[in-house]
């Protein structure tokens, strides 16, 4: 193997550095939590409240959209600060993830292709917009990246780059690395960030195709069972362009897999599936027991995601975003790919197929479900980084040979530091004056200083649940949820006065319950139709002969996230 450069400690000093300033900036900078933002800042606030470590809940409702992980970590930080009420609190540990994913794609690319690759390609994603975006949002999906990153790395190491030991087998009970084992536990841990599955495919999609393409190298088959592979898969994409099921195209290329499972015996392993289950099937057990319709909420988000229409995008949907997710190194990441294909193609380098099967395959994969988000492409920009790299260190190459020589270190170097000044700048201007939910976010405050302390101030969450776990986290805990507008007549609210914030066109069907008065109204709420749309503080008289009634009723996980109708107290 060609002897490069090794990454230094000093290397990983300065990375984190300029990432955790960037992204300290930009965070400080952000404005208010946005709508997502509310649901992993006012879960966290609740279970440092209620100390339900195993599931996260808004008032009385579970929140089992997403495993806990997040949460958990969130609370951890918020308990070393101290409070968790200001935006900045939650925002925290999404940059610790972002910049730990930063230096594990230091560390892999600087093993597979030196210092300088490593240096560049850390600082590429730790800059591209989409990274940057959520490394520095109060939200769940980050938490995925290093985990991902740490999984791949794990593997990148046991088939790259260590020298094997005559004593491992590949037996099913027998001796593997220590990172095949931490291979398993991180696997485990991507069930507790995102969601079941999702992370698992993530991980295990390029790790199929690699040791297909590259274990069939010394018999000169690699690139028939990579064209069989992607024969395959075309017939999946033409399936969905047809309207077809999912599973029907992802049936022969299951079976594809299947027949090259000789390739995967390093991982056909007891003791390391068994790491795996005790890390990623506690939580799901004990949240069934505790709740058993969690399941419909699982089934939902699996199978409305892959045929349902959920969140539904064309097929293409991913490869138009990857223009600009990568930005401001779009141009780059395809400069990566020309400069590297020959070296993946006609020479077989196996870090640059691992590279690219991490790059193309999650994208492909779940180019094929109907549910798409821009922010699912989180957990695989780091390969994109990787190839952008390599693009711009050809480009800075050409330039420094025929016009710059070494003065292209410099310019580089004030390059990454002008767009650390622009995302600075940016950001901070877009907090003051461009944010969505900057109106909204004033209107919460100017209410929550307008209801007396010892007034029942209540969130008609039926609104919009993600929007109401934000009010809550601004309004206060003096504030509560009503699953819907019929929960005013819980018999736990003592008195007839009541102060409810909900949209200005729920008013009529406030009035069933009492004399309404609006005492506040925001100036612009975010995905407004109209005016009658905005939210507005209402001051409600009930009627002294309203019926109460208890609450105390069961509100079930797809009734929780409004996926189910029901309860309701009239």
């Not at 776990?469 to 009541?498: K, T």
């Amino acid at each position: 193997m060609e002897t490069i450069e090794p990454v230094e400690r000093r290397d990983y000093g300065m990375v984190a550095l300029f990432t955790l300033l960037l992204y300290a900036i930009v965070l400080a900078c952000g404005g208010p939590l946005t709508m997502h933002e509310g649901v992993l800042s006012q879960t966290t606030k609740a279970m440092l409240a209620d100390h339900d470590w195993l599931v996260p809940h808004y008032g009385d409702a579970p929140w089992l959209e997403r495993p806990p992980l997040p949460q958990w970590i969130s609370c951890a930080i918020c308990s070393v600060i101290g409070h968790c009420d200001q935006e900045w609190n939650v925002r925290i540990g999404p940059a610790l993830a972002g910049t730990l994913t930063v230096l594990l794609t230091l560390w892999l690319a600087g093993r597979l292709f030196g210092r300088a690759t490593g240096i560049v390609s850390a600082l590429i994603l730790a800059t591209m917009y989409n990274f940057v975006r959520y490394s520095t949002l109060a939200e769940a999906d980050i938490f995925l990246a290093p985990i991902v990153g740490g999984a791949l790395c794990c593997f990148a190491y046991v088939e790259l780059l260590r020298v094997p030991q005559p004593s491992e087998s590949n037996n099913f009970f027998g001796k593997r690395p220590w990172p095949v084992l931490l291979f398993f536990v991180l696997l485990g841990m991507t069930n507790l960030a995102k969601g079941l599955v999702f992370g698992m495919v993530i991980v295990m999609a390029p790790i199929g195709v690699f040791m297909i393409w590259n274990a069939n190298a010394e018999t000169r088959t690699d690139r028939r069972d990579l064209l069989i592979f992607l024969g395959l898969y075309a017939w999946a994409f033409l399936t969905k362009l047809l309207g077809l099921r999912t599973s029907i195209g992802l049936g022969p290329m299951a079976l594809f897999f299947l027949w090259n499972i000789r390739l995967y015996t390093r991982y056909l392993w007891l003791w390391g599936w068994l790491a795996f289950a005790v890390v990623a099937l506690p939580w799901p057990i004990l949240a069934y027991l505790r709740y058993p319709d969690a399941v419909d909420v699982w089934t939902f988000d699996l199978q409305a995601r892959l045929n349902a229409n959920y969140l539904g995008e064309p097929p293409w949907y991913y490869f138009v975003c990857l223009t600009w997710v990568s930005q401001p190194w779009a141009i780059a990441v395809g400069g990566g790919l020309l400069v590297t294909f020959r070296s993946v193609w006609n020479h077989g380098s196996p870090a640059l197929r691992f590279v690219w099967c991490w790059a193309w395959m999650p994208l492909l994969i779940y180019s094929l479900a109907d549910g798409k988000h821009h922010h699912y492409m989180l957990h695989y920009l780091a390969p994109w980084a990787i190839l952008a790299a390599h693009g711009a260190i050809w480009s800075w190459k050409r330039l420094s040979e025929r016009l710059l020589g070494e003065r292209i270190v410099g310019l580089v170097a004030a390059m990454f530091v002008t767009i650390f000044v622009l995302y600075g700048v940016g950001f901070a201007y877009k907090g003051a004056y461009l944010h969505r939910s900057r109106e909204d976010t004033a209107f919460l405050l100017q209410a929550r200083s307008a209801v007396p302390m010892e007034m029942p101030l209540m969130i008609n969450s039926a609104d919009e649940a993600l929007e109401g776990l934000r009010m809550q986290f601004y309004l206060g805990d003096q504030s509560y949820f009503l699953h819907n507008l019929s929960f005013v007549r819980d018999d736990r609210v003592h008195g007839d006065d009541i102060y409810v914030v909900t949209r200005f066109n729920r008013r009529s069907q406030l009035e069933k319950y009492g004399r309404v008065e609006p005492i506040i109204k925001c100036k612009h709420s975010r995905r407004e139709a109209s005016e009658e749309e905005r939210w507005t503080l209402f001051h409600v008289h009930l009627r002294e002969n309203l019926e109460r009634k208890s609450a105390n009723v069961r509100i079930s996980p797809m009734q929780a996230m409004y996926r189910a109708e029901g309860p309701d107290l009239d």
